[in-house]
């Protein structure tokens, strides 16, 4: 059976609200246990078969300080056998060369922990001029703007989360 562990930092709430969502989509198919980054120590996240990290973008394409605080406290694990899905949220017309950063930043922190990666999302739909969460002319993960386009984000979620479990279907029983 599946372990999901959903972690976020947030600054503003927004990251927050997105967590929230998406635990509630997700508890459709198995428990999602929640974490704020900011309150979390010392874990170990190879006790969850299913990792999400969500992270907003902060200034001008920085990693938001709880997480940074975190990934320098905490020793790499080994996450060989785990899924890790990421999300961030970013403002595409407020800084479109630095779109979703943050996870870019966040992917590239894990990126040596030989995870399974599940959760790219299409860069269609979506009006930038640079990210480093894009790989392959796709998003490491799901890419929100909560700014200018909330509206999309439900949606965008739901359809997310299906492509998630299907992924993680070939390593896990959800």
């Known amino acids: 059976m599946i372990t999901v562990g959903l972690f976020y930092g947030s600054s503003s709430g927004k990251t927050e609200k997105i967590a929230g969502l998406i635990k509630e989509s997700f508890s459709k198919y198995a428990e999602v246990e929640v974490f704020d980054i900011a309150e979390v120590n010392q874990v170990d996240l190879t006790k ?6 969500g992270v907003p973008t902060w200034g001008i394409g920085r990693l938001q300080d709880d ?29 479109p060369n630095t779109y979703n950063d943050g996870m870019g930043i966040l992917y590239e922190a894990y990126k040596s922990g030989r995870f399974i990666h599940v959760g790219r999302w299409p860069v269609e739909d979506y009006i930038f001029e640079a990210s480093k969460a894009v790989e392959n002319n796709q998003f490491i993960g799901l890419a ?31």
């Open 48 to 53: 969850y078969s299913l990792l999400i990290f």
């Open 67 to 95: 997480w940074l605080r975190f990934i320098v406290n905490n020793p790499q694990a080994d996450l060989s056998r785990t899924c890790i899905a990421f999300f961030g949220l970013g403002d595409q017309d407020g800084y």
């Open 144 to 174: 929100l703007d909560e700014d200018n386009e909330p509206g999309k984000s439900k949606e965008r979620i739901e359809t997310w989360i299906k492509q998630v479990i299907q992924e993680s279907r070939k390593y896990f029983v959800i």
